[in-house]
């Protein structure tokens, strides 16, 4: 009986448990249910009525029966209670007779206050840092940005002053003596918010469809790559001639194509290895830890353009892209799928505080698709970072010009004809803007949150090249004839498109950079107990995600140059929509764990038109100017609502 007794496990609550756990910040309590224990870090994984998870020690947590008892007896004694009253009998300098606290009594009346708010000690589910990693990216790991901290910090040193003199006096009624409490102890969340330092936890919610979805992916996309460059060589690339009459297999292979694509891939590695352009941090990883990274993708771009010159001042025919595009397309797919292979084999061995917190899930396949470590590296090479802009990214633009050449060539012409003009001019801009803002991709959710597994790798080498140039590819073949008016209506198209995009973007990420900028002194942000701000203003305020828009605008842009005759020039616009209300989806889950309600609630008053993920992919985020105005939801955490109210310019 005594053994049994001793091996019990040292826990106090159950799974599925309703009890009520404490807010972050806060001294009220929330109804919660336990869902897990972890025996190590000795935390319960709690979840509230509104789905926002949490990990609270125990000592944050009572039972339900315990909770209310305690109460009763506070209500029944409350020391503000007797403080207001005392305060509207007699002046705050002649002490109450008979009833006179002690000067040891009023110090530990303090220092359990002081206790309290320090004593509120969480760790978020999936935290999520405010740097290069989760993305981040977006993104699941303590989000911080340390200077709007030191802003909120000094906007609200006068607000403390005053608080202070007021609880010495108690002149306060015992309801505003309470909300004083909760917006003291969420600022002091704003001074000492630090990165939590965790092991990676598994992933318990697959996306993509979890393991049959992310299995059948791994085939779905390169048919859907090939199909699309086999429907192009057609000529009549209508749906309704599906299928398209496939090729011999041995006509899909060539050890010489095979041997330019890796040329290709090294000669990209070994631009970025030069020792040119700045380095710069990323953003913290789970364990505090900055990965550093070399920004010279426009040196690589520059480099690149001059070796391609040089290859056509001695007449090398570019066209045999053209020529081999599909075997070049299958030679990128073989050389991503070894390469996904290897990263998922190496990533075993790799520490658990390294592992990408979307690809933990200890399924092989799921975790291969999506990538099991984070940032695999060889010695001071990222192999993700790398791959993310410089093969594919650069090779769109090398393969659009090969498209151009061939069309040429095939068609005798003395120049390239003005749609083939334009969809070079447009997606040349595109990468080159992509590249001069290279250090913004370290935000994004693709660095700071997804591992590098077969998803990226196959984006990055095989989707972005040989999908993103199927307008080039597509005119070679099916030449469109448009007029000059209707080719200055596309530009105008495009460059407002661009504008939006770049204009956007910048806002955001100078914000996220240096807050503090008197240029950016008239856009105003919510604070929220990440760390972090939510824009309130600028493009932030008429859009919810305005880079998207931009975005969006542009690849219509790309396709209009190709004529109405068929759908197929239009895929990457219908594809790229779907694409980003899949990000919105994602994003949607991880801000809403990150932010709890106050997401949601601001969600309901948010446009639900082009309600399309951001490009970090960050935790930047649109909002609305009535959003912390409006009634609070059932549930409302109090303290996110006290400090909303504190901001009476929003």
């Known amino acids: 009986m005594l053994d049994s007794f001793w091996k019990m496990p040292n826990r106090r609550f159950a799974d599925g448990e309703v009890v009520m756990g404490r807010w972050p910040g806060s001294v009220l309590y929330y109804e919660v249910q336990v869902t897990s224990y972890d025996d190590v870090s000795h935390l ?53 007779k008979g009833r006179r606290r002690s000067s040891s009594q009023s110090r530990e009346h303090k220092d359990d206050k002081k206790k309290t708010i320090q004593e509120t000690n969480l760790a978020l589910l999936k935290p999520s840092e405010n740097n290069t990693r989760r993305y981040n990216g977006e993104p699941d790991s303590t989000e911080r940005n340390d200077t709007s901290c030191i802003i909120l910090e000094q906007k609200l040193k006068p607000d403390l002053e005053i608080e202070r003199v007021l609880e010495q006096y108690s002149l306060r009624s015992r309801e505003e003596e309470k909300k004083k409490e909760e917006i003291y102890s969420e600022k002091k969340i704003f001074e000492t918010i630090k990165t939590i330092e965790k092991a990676s936890s598994k992933t318990k919610e697959l996306e993509f469809g979890g393991r049959i979805g992310t299995f059948m992916l791994i085939f779905f996309l390169p048919a859907t790559v090939f199909y699309l460059l086999l429907m192009c060589r057609q000529d009549d690339p209508s749906l309704m001639n599906f299928p398209p009459p496939l090729p011999a297999l041995e006509s899909l292979w060539e050890a010489r194509v095979f041997g330019v694509f890796l040329l290709w891939f090294f000669l990209q590695a070994l631009f970025s290895l030069l020792p040119i352009g700045k380095v710069v941090e990323g953003l913290p990883l789970s364990n505090g830890r900055k990965l550093q990274y070399r920004i010279n993708g426009f040196y690589a771009f520059i480099l690149t353009a001059a070796a391609i010159g040089t290859l056509l001042y001695f007449q090398f025919e570019l066209h045999y892209l053209y020529d081999h595009f599909m075997q070049f397309a299958v030679s990128a797919a073989a050389f991503s799928t070894v390469l996904s292979i290897y990263l998922y084999i190496r990533s075993l061995k790799a520490p658990e505080e390294e592992l990408a917190p979307g690809g933990n899930s200890g399924y092989l396949v799921y975790d291969f698709f999506t990538g099991h ?56 801009l595109y990468v080159v803007d992509a590249l001069w803002n290279e250090e913004a991709v370290l935000t994004t959710m693709d660095i700071t949150h997804d591992g590098f597994g077969f998803m990226l790798a196959f984006g990055d080498l095989v989707w972005v090249p040989f999908v993103y140039s199927l307008q080039a590819f597509y005119l070679v073949g099916h030449p469109t004839v448009i007029s000059w008016p209707v080719a200055a209506a596309i530009t105008i198209l495009n460059c407002i498109g661009y504008y939006i995009f770049r204009s956007a973007n910048s806002q955001k990420n100078n914000f996220r950079r240096n807050p503090a900028d008197p240029k950016l002194a008239y856009l105003k942000f919510i604070p929220t107990a990440t760390g972090k701000g939510l824009l309130v203003t600028g493009w932030w305020g008429f859009v919810r995600h305005p880079n998207y828009l931009g975005d969006i605008i542009m690849a219509l842009a790309w396709s209009l140059p190709c004529g109405f005759n068929h759908i197929l020039p239009y895929f990457y616009v219908i594809y790229f929509i779907c694409l980003l209300i899949h990000r919105e989806a994602r994003d949607e889950h991880h801000c ?32 609305s100017e009535g959003a912390w105005l409006s009634p609070p939801i059932p549930f409302h955490p109090p303290i996110l609502e006290a400090v909303s109210a504190n901001q009476g310019g929003l």
Not at 72 to 89: D, E, G, I, K, M
Not at 384 to 405: D, H, Q, S, T
Not at 607 to 620: N, S, T
Request: with cysteine; hydrophobic share 30%.
């Open 44 to 96: 319960y994984t709690v979840k509230y009525k509104d789905g926002t998870e949490l990990a609270l020690k125990e000592s944050d947590i009572r039972s339900q029966s315990s909770f209310k008892h305690r109460k009763s007896q506070s209500s029944s004694s409350s020391p503000s209670r007797r403080s207001t009253s005392r305060s509207r009998s007699r002046s705050p300098g002649r002490p109450a």
């Open 373 to 428: 470590e984070l940032n695999p590296r060889i010695g001071s090479f990222d192999l993700k970072y790398f791959c993310e802009l410089r093969p594919g990214l650069i090779g769109w633009v090398v393969i659009n010009l090969a498209m151009l050449l061939a069309e040429m060539k095939i068609h005798n012409q003395s120049m390239p004809s003005l749609s083939m003009i334009l969809v070079n001019s447009f997606q040349l």
């Open 592 to 623: 809403k764990q990150k932010y709890g309600l106050a997401w949601e609630r601001e969600a309901q008053v948010a446009p639900p038109a082009l309600r399309l993920q951001d490009g970090r992919r960050d935790g930047i985020r649109r909002r």
